[in-house]
Nanobody, 122 residues
Framework: QVQLVESGGGLVQAGGSLRLSCAAS????????GGWFRQAPGREREFVAA????????DYADSVKGRFTISRDNAKNTVYLQMNSLKPEDTAVYYC???????????????WGQGNPVTVSS
């Protein structure tokens, strides 16, 4: 019902910034919660941020709060993750997701992007 395409990852130095984008096709994206997760080698997938359908509710993991900003533009069917003050420990494959409710569990999301690697060098 929904297809998600991610872009914007890459290699940056510590302290730098990147913006990830997640473009959705199918049903109007305002019907879905947008989420971002990340997974580093040898680690479990972890919650990063989520935003409700019209942006009224936003949730961040403690590890990124104050550095990352999630936003959405429903006219463009796109969710963004602005990442500032990046640290080497932010290195991971980042996944966007869409679901019916705002939760921190990956199992609560129904649709996933392909994954977008982010590498932060020291």
């Amino acid at each position: 019902q929904v297809q998600l395409v991610e872009s914007g990852g890459g290699l940056v130095q510590a302290g730098g910034s990147l913006r990830l984008s997640c473009a959705a096709s199918g049903r109007p994206f305002s019907s879905y919660v947008g989420g971002w997760f990340r997974q580093a080698p040898g680690r479990e997938r972890e919650f990063v941020a989520a935003i409700s359908g019209y942006g009224s509710i936003i949730d961040y993991a403690d590890s990124v709060k104050g550095r990352f900003t999630i936003s959405r533009d429903n006219a463009k069917n796109t969710v963004y993750l602005q990442m500032n003050s990046l640290k080497p420990e932010d290195t991971a494959v980042y996944y966007c997701a869409a679901g019916a409710t705002l939760r921190r569990s990956a199992g609560q999301y129904d649709y996933w992007g392909q994954g977008n690697p982010v590498t932060v060098s020291s």
